[in-house]
């Protein structure tokens, strides 16, 4: 075994000089495999394994475990997500390894005496659900892999045991945290020094996250669902009030699903589905999209601006309506909502002159932070993974498992707030996503494949709760419709429309002040925010066998690298 940690370390210094995927408007250009993420690290350690001829898969799965150790605010293995596979060969195939609500879970768990209780919800030990992610990383290596499972967390076991350089980026979400991690001695201990916030420069050591990760290195999902791990987690959860039992993370089972699929412009989009409502979401708008030129339109005219707004307005509101856990809703209406007909329906819906009012129905859904990551995977032969995993909102629960030294999530604060209780101050109360025991909470991530004439075009995926959606489609339609290449596409201005609230968000200096007043006389109501997502992702040039990858520059630690 080749020793990793000077590896990675060379990394980061070689990376304090800009890659040329974070210095302009040129991607990443690699022959042989690439891998982009959010760490430049966990990116190093997939291009690793991709050298020593492991598949998009063991890439993906090394990458992940990377991420738990240099990406705390969301990489993870307390958390869960999904991961989709477009092999060279064969059927795309989505693994769904979402968090379950544990048994004793019911519709109204976060209620006191009938009134919400947000803290429940979003930031109580009740709001923590079956982490799913160990299980669903093995699941995929066992089908896709060719490593050795204990190869691909080697390099993770390393960086927490011997530690990792802490970046400039990663000081400051510490210590903006820090006050909330300081509420458990096991999160102060982990992520600071002595309650001391880490500086840029300072070796994070993780001994108890190092010995966690060898025991899922000796034993696989067992190393965490049983033994030793799983009785840390649920010691804890009896301690402070919280639900997982040793029998819930023995009972936690990922999936294997059908992708979605849906035609674009001549490209295959295949995407996730239920319990994520992205894949849905994404193709029904841009099932909607596809009856205009957009390029005709103008790059973020107030035309072409609009338009994609009234689609996402409306697939938002079909989200809320119908989508939730598939095994828990097996009426969901999936075949009407991404077919070419109902979006022929919904266009004709949408004016061109005017903004339509999102329904007075007071619909709304729940908070979804924005602390989730995505990264993409292609390798020599072209097998394409993306994948999205969360602890939901950044440091999930904020609640480290003592002795076992790594995050749990806060993805229960997913599901909707309690039966009935929609109303205008934001609760929602509609059946198909309401906590239940086994139950998968809906989810926005959006990791995403597209195909052109059987060959592989571009992979992509963002962080971002429901803007993920956003993000996603807008990397899509700059790339398919106004044909940037993959760094254009990522680094280009974006904006986000939900339904309710009835609102565009646009990234500042994204839309001009004559657009946003052609929009506003339209109807609209538009209001600037700092960022919106954070993509990785490739594209791939059949003609010229070549790939080209993007790192979003809206996250400083992001690298595409490639081989
Ligand atoms: N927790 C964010 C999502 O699943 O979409």
């Known amino acids: ?244 039992t040793e029998k819930d993370l023995a009972a936690y089972s990922p999936q294997v699903r059908v992708p979605v699929r849906g035609q674009y412009r001549g490209h295959d989009v295949i995407s996730m589905p239920p319990p994520s409502s992205g894949g849905v979401a994404l193709i029904q708008v841009l099932n909607i999209l596809e009856g205009d030129d957009l390029e ?52 004709q819906t949408i004016r061109a002159d005017r903004a339509a009012v999102s329904s007075p129905e007071t619909f709304e859904w729940p908070v979804e932070s924005d602390e989730t990551t995505h990264f993409s995977v292609v390798d020599a032969e072209r097998n394409a993974v993306a994948l999205t995993y969360t602890l939901e909102a950044g440091y999930g629960s904020k609640i480290v498992v003592p002795g076992a030294g790594f995050l749990l999530n806060n993805e229960m604060g997913d599901f909707n707030a309690g039966p009935g209780l929609t109303d205008d101050t934001g609760l929602i109360g509609t059946a198909p996503n309401l906590a239940a025991p086994g139950k998968r909470m809906l989810s926005s991530m959006a990791p995403t494949i597209l195909a052109k004439d059987g060959a592989l075009r571009m992979v992509t995926g963002s962080l971002g709760g429901r803007t993920i959606i956003s993000t996603v489609l807008h990397t899509i339609l700059n790339v398919v419709d106004y044909g940037m290449n993959v760094q254009e596409a990522v680094d280009a201005a974006r904006f986000h429309h939900q339904w309710l609230p009835d609102v565009i968000r646009y990234e500042r200096h994204g839309l001009s002040p004559d657009t946003l007043a052609l929009l506003a ?30 790192a979003d520059r809206r996250s400083p630690d992001s690298a595409a690298v490639g081989r």
């Open 521 to 550: 006389d339209r109807g609209h109501r538009l209001e600037p925010l700092g960022l919106l997502g954070v993509a990785a992702a490739i594209t791939y040039d059949k003609e010229k066998d070549r790939l080209e990858g993007a």
């Open 296 to 347: 005709a339109m103008g790059f973020r005219s107030a035309a072409s601006v609009h338009l994609i707004t009234e689609a996402l307005r409306r697939a938002f509101a079909d989200r809320a309506q119908h989508l939730g856990d598939p095994d828990h809703n097996p009426e969901m209406p999936l075949a009407r909502l991404l077919s070419k007909d109902y979006a022929r329906l919904l266009r």
């Open 1 to 244: 075994m080749r020793l990793r940690v000077p590896a990675v370390f060379a990394t980061l210094s070689l990376l304090a000089v800009p890659s040329p995927a974070l210095a302009g408007a040129h991607p990443l250009r690699a022959k042989n495999g690439m891998v982009v993420s959010q760490h430049f690290a966990a990116s190093q350690v997939g291009i690793e394994v991709l050298w020593e001829g492991g598949t998009a898969v063991d890439a993906a799965v090394a990458t992940a475990f990377a991420l738990a150790v240099v990406h705390p605010t969301a990489g993870n293995i307390g958390g869960g997500g999904f991961l989709l596979l477009r092999p060279a060969k064969g059927e795309p195939i989505a693994y769904d390894f979402r968090e379950t609500a544990p048994a004793a879970a019911a519709p109204t768990m976060f209620l006191n005496e009938g009134r919400y209780d947000a803290a429940k919800h979003h930031d109580s030990h009740l709001a923590v659900g079956v982490p799913g992610t160990v299980a669903g990383l093995h699941l995929a290596w066992k089908q896709h892999g060719k490593l050795p499972w204990q190869r691909l967390l080697e390099p993770a076991i390393q960086m927490a045991e011997q530690g990792f350089l802490v970046t400039e980026e990663l000081s400051r979400s510490l210590a903006g945290v820090l006050p909330q991690l300081a509420k458990y001695p096991a999160s102060k201990a982990a992520y600071s020094r002595d309650g001391k916030p880490y500086e840029a420069g300072d070796l994070l050591v993780q001994k108890d996250l190092a010995r966690t990760l060898r025991r899922i290195a000796e034993r696989g999902p067992a190393g965490f669902y049983q033994g030793e791990t799983a009785r840390l987690i649920a010691k804890e959860m009896a301690a402070r009030g919280g639900l997982i």
